[in-house]
Each structure stands twice: as structure tokens, then as C-alpha cells.
């Protein structure tokens, strides 16, 4: 209750004025919110990346020349020339994907799942999310040349999400947080893994806050020992399970996983304990001796970076791919727990840190046994370095999927 004294009239004036400035923040269109395509630090915790970063187009490629891809104030948009996707450079399997979208009204234009590159055929290249309300067949909701929603929606003329989760063969969609369809493919040429491609058709068509969390991955390390993983001999480090996290300290050496994999996406947290202390994830590596410890490609631990600018890396960077190509930008600290993402697909490899694309990169180089002297795309180990006499580094919540072949035929 107010005060007797105080006319109350001159209370719900003292209240607007406080609360006013509130109620008109937490009403700000989300494109001019801070969090737009940032993620938040629970979701990088849960294991969810962003594919666009708001400001560039690292980690996409158009399809076409001719189509205008372009960002404005942190959204992607295309409105002219020919239909085209612009894709992912990276292929997935089984994941969650969130994506805001607006289309123009009476647009037609979609969001293209496990895709190849240039799809010819629609029902058997890709899995094409459509988002056109007037399409005589398969309208807005639909999985073109699939399915349709049993009730008709609405996705033109104003932001809306699609939230979709592709699992096996079953594919999940929301549309502004309602459930509007759920398929499972049984033919032949189901497919099960590919890029994401965001298309432009007819109309103008804008994207932004385009996040994914990778799926159906497994634990690599169970939190008491080290069942599963082998010391390399000849090596000085020492790699011991304190507080669920494997710890190593000492001088160099390798703790090497006893299951191989050739595509694949491994999420994983690492800590540095010092300042610039230098380490590293191998994988697709050839089986470690004491003559040769480790030979693969090596996913940088590094935060240290130069002229106080973190877009100079100091030694590659964390999530940098070493003596290949440096991160783009050191994202962690150390001390601090960092979130990692990898993702191996054939020639192409793409790195993640805290939710961050810093690695898109295609080795290019003449195929070797050895990753240190050419490509390797078939199967390898993976093993935890432990680099000098300062280490002091911890690793936790190791998970790993196997990427399976594209299509059901293939398999």
C-alpha cells in the first residue's frame, strides 16, 4: 500500500519512471539486444556452437555468385539474383539446430538439413525446410516433397524460429515453439549427414542467431579412471583422474584413446593451470611408440596471443590446427575452463572454442599415413599432450560421435 501521506497519483508516477526504462529494454526488438547470435554461458556449457558469428561469413559459402549474400546489423540477408544456399563449410550428423528467420511476405525461400552442396534433387540431395505460405503443395512447416504440417502455419512478414532436431532418421521441427512436425525417413535414400544451407528463392530472405548443439555423442572418459586410454611409453608426463577431470603435469608425453575415428565431431573442456602454458588434442593420430610419440593433427591448447590483441595468436592458439593454420582469434583465458568443439569431415576440419568458430580449414596436401606430412582422412587415435616440464593442464567431459556415411544406400 502507498503512503497516506503521498497522493497516490504522484506514486504511480515515481513507480513508471523506475520501471519504465526496464519495460522499454526488455522490449527492444531481439535485434538490438546484446545477445544477438551470441550464446550464453549455460549454452556453451550444454554444447552448443554458433555457426554465424554476426559479423562475417567465416565457416559459410555461397553456392552461386550471382546470389547477393551480405550482412546488416548482424543479420544475413540475400534479395537478389538467382536461388541459391549459402552453406555450412562443415557437415553434420545428428544435432539440435535453432534458426531465426524472417522472409517477405508472399517470399518463398528455406532452410536446406544435411545437404549437398549443390542439391539436384530435393527428396533425395537434402531435406528442404520450407518457409513459403503460399506454396500450393508443401507450405511453410514442410519438409519439401516429404510431409506437410497437418495444420497450416504462418512464416512470413515477421521473425519467427525454426528449432529442428535431426536424429537418425527422424526429424523434429518447432516454429515458434510449437511443435509443427515430426518425420521419420525409412527409404533408401535417407541421408545422414551433410551441411546446412540457408536459402535464398524468392523474396527477401534474412537469418541470424544460428546455433547448433552436435548430438548422440558418447563419453570418451568415465570420471574415475582411465579405462579406454593408454599412456604412450617413453614419455615424462604424469596423467592421473583428480576431481572427474584427467589431470597431467610434467614433462612431455601422450595419453592415447584405444578406439580410432575417422569423421567425427569431439566436444571436450580443457583448463590450463598457468600462464601460456601449451598443450594440445591429437587425433586421427598413428599409434604413439616411444621412437614416435604422437604423429596427427594436432588441435591447439594455447591461449597466449600477441601485442594484446587476440586476433595475433602467440603459437597457432587455442583451437588452432598446429603447424597448419592458426586459430582466428583466441577466445579463452587461462585458469578458466574452455568448451571445445571439433568437427573432421574427409580433407575438411573445423574448431570451436567456447561456442566460437576459429578453424575452418581443408588440408589440401598429398594423402600420408602420417597427418604431420599429408592428409589423413582415415581413422586415427586421439591423444591428451602433455607438452614440456610446466604443464599442469586438466581435461573433462570427453564426448565423441562417429559420423556416419551421408546416405542409408551408402552404408
Not at 548422440?216 to 576431481?243: C, H, I, M, Q, Y
Not at 598413428?286 to 594484446?308: C, D, R, V, W
Not at 581413422?379 to 565423441?400: E, V
Request: hydrophobic share 35%; aromatic share 10%.
Amino acid at each position: 500500500m502507498f503512503p497516506r501521506f503521498i497522493p497516490r497519483w504522484i506514486c504511480l508516477l515515481a513507480c513508471l519512471v523506475w520501471v519504465g526504462p526496464q519495460f522499454v529494454l526488455a522490449q527492444q526488438p531481439p535485434a538490438s539486444r546484446p545477445t544477438l547470435n551470441r550464446l550464453t554461458t549455460a549454452e556453451v556449457e550444454q554444447g552448443w556452437i554458433t555457426l554465424f558469428d554476426g559479423k562475417t561469413l567465416f565457416g559459410w559459402k555461397a553456392n552461386n555468385r550471382e546470389t547477393n549474400w551480405r550482412i546488416e546489423d548482424g543479420v544475413i540477408v540475400a534479395d537478389e539474383g538467382p536461388a541459391g544456399l549459402l552453406c555450412t563449410t562443415s557437415e553434420f550428423a545428428d544435432y539440435e539446430l535453432r534458426c531465426e528467420f524472417r522472409l517477405s511476405a508472399g517470399g518463398n525461400s528455406g532452410i536446406f538439413l544435411r545437404t549437398l552442396f549443390e542439391p539436384k534433387e530435393v527428396t533425395s540431395d537434402c531435406y528442404e525446410l520450407n518457409m513459403c505460405d503460399s506454396h500450393p503443395a508443401f507450405p511453410t512447416g514442410s519438409l519439401v516433397g516429404l510431409i506437410k504440417p497437418e495444420t497450416p502455419v504462418s512464416g512470413e512478414g515477421r521473425w519467427l524460429e525454426y528449432r529442428v532436431k535431426c536424429q537418425g532418421r527422424t526429424i523434429e521441427v518447432l516454429l515458434g515453439g510449437q511443435p509443427v512436425l515430426k518425420y521419420t525417413d525409412d527409404r533408401p535414400q535417407a541421408r545422414f549427414r551433410g551441411l546446412i544451407g540457408l536459402q535464398k528463392n524468392a523474396g527477401k530472405a534474412e537469418y541470424r542467431n544460428v546455433f547448433l548443439r552436435p548430438l548422440a555423442t558418447k563419453p570418451l572418459f568415465n570420471g574415475k579412471d582411465l579405462e579406454g586410454w593408454r599412456v604412450v611409453p617413453g614419455g615424462s608426463s604424469r596423467f592421473t583422474v583428480v576431481e572427474e577431470a584427467i589431470h597431467v603435469e610434467n614433462g612431455r608425453g601422450f595419453l592415447e584413446t584405444r578406439q580410432t575415428w575417422g569423421d567425427f565431431v569431439l566436444q571436450a573442456q580443457a583448463r590450463t593451470n598457468g600462464a601460456g602454458l601449451n598443450s594440445g588434442i591429437f587425433f586421427r593420430a598413428m599409434p604413439g611408440t616411444a621412437e614416435e610419440p604422437s604423429n596427427g593433427y594436432e588441435l591447439q591448447i594455447h591461449n597466449a596471443f600477441k601485442n594484446k590483441d587476440r586476433s595475433q595468436p602467440a603459437d597457432f592458439g587455442t583451437g588452432g590446427i598446429y603447424r597448419r593454420v592458426p586459430a582466428r582469434r583466441v577466445v579463452g583465458d587461462d585458469g578458466a575452463w574452455q568448451t571445445l568443439t571439433l568437427v573432421a569431415t574427409g580433407p575438411h576440419i573445423a574448431a570451436w572454442v567456447e561456442g566460437e568458430q576459429v578453424t575452418d580449414w581443408s588440408d589440401e596436401r598429398k594423402p600420408n599415413d602420417n597427418p604431420r606430412q599429408g592428409l589423413r582422412t582415415r581413422a586415427g587415435h586421439l591423444s591428451l599432450q602433455g607438452h614440456d616440464p610446466t604443464t599442469n593442464l586438466d581435461f573433462r567431459n570427453l564426448r565423441i560421435a562417429e559420423l556416419p556415411t551421408a546416405t542409408a544406400a551408402a552404408k
